[in-house]
T-cell receptor, first 112, second 115 residues
């Protein structure tokens, strides 16, 4: 199973772009990269996912390197409400079901 | 709005008692999951179900039981055999459109405290 490595914490100023890195050097060719975030005492919220190409939605952009060994989640204009723990996850196969292996994530703090 | 409802948000029980956590979804998702989260840790898979009347053990199933009698419901029972039941429990569901098209959707969790 591919594992991910993320910095334990990051800070970003409100209104600036927040760039959260993730390393997944052992990712397999058919494994997707997913990003979730969790605000304290709530369930994780899906943000975005991708396989090879860069992706963008209303919440964020996902940049995946050409060798797929790392990715960056970009929150273009961070707000105080973006303060949360961000998880970078690689989709693994587990008896036919979708098992997501969650690491410790990155605690992102947006400062006013 | 479609979503996943977990109840109650906080639950307190005495040691030795079984307790059942509720999870209901109206997303028409086939697959449902239970995760456990301890302070400062990631999520660990307890049980999952692909379809009605079928479920499989996850990484830490000992001391837990589930049922899947209806597509919308996937209750989790924490039995007295679970040695460290105090934790934050999260229920999730996903569609079956293939891994690239079916991210997990989570409920807001139940925080169980056993004393």
């Amino acid at each position: 199973d591919a594992k991910t490595t993320q910095p334990p914490s990051m800070d970003c100023a409100e209104g600036r772009a927040a760039n959260l890195p993730c390393n997944h050097s052992t990712i397999s060719g058919n494994e997707y990269v997913y990003w979730y975030r969790q605000i304290h005492s709530q369930g994780p919220q899906y943000i975005i996912h991708g396989l090879k190409n860069n992706e963008t939605n209303e919440m964020a952009s996902l940049i995946i390197t050409e060798d797929r060994k790392s990715s960056t989640l970009i929150l273009p204009h961070a707000t105080l409400r973006d303060t949360a723990v961000y998880y970078c996850i690689v989709r693994v196969a587990y008896q036919g079901a979708q098992k997501l292996v969650f690491g410790q994530g990155t605690r992102l703090t947006i400062n006013p | 709005d479609g979503g996943i409802t977990q109840s109650p948000k906080y639950l307190f029980r005495k040691e030795g008692q079984n307790v059942t956590l509720s999870c209901e979804q109206n997303l028409n998702h086939d697959a449902m999951y239970w995760y456990r989260q301890d302070p400062g840790q990631g999520l660990r898979l307890i049980y999952y179900s692909q379809i009605v009347n079928d479920f499989q053990k996850g990484d830490i199933a000992e001391g837990y039981s589930v049922s899947r009698e209806k597509k919308e419901s996937f209750p989790l029972t924490v039995t007295s055999a679970q040695k460290n039941p105090t934790a934050f429990y999260l229920c999730a569901s996903s569609g079956t459109g293939g891994v690239g098209n079916s991210p997990l959707h989570f409920g807001n969790g139940t925080r169980l405290t056993v004393t």
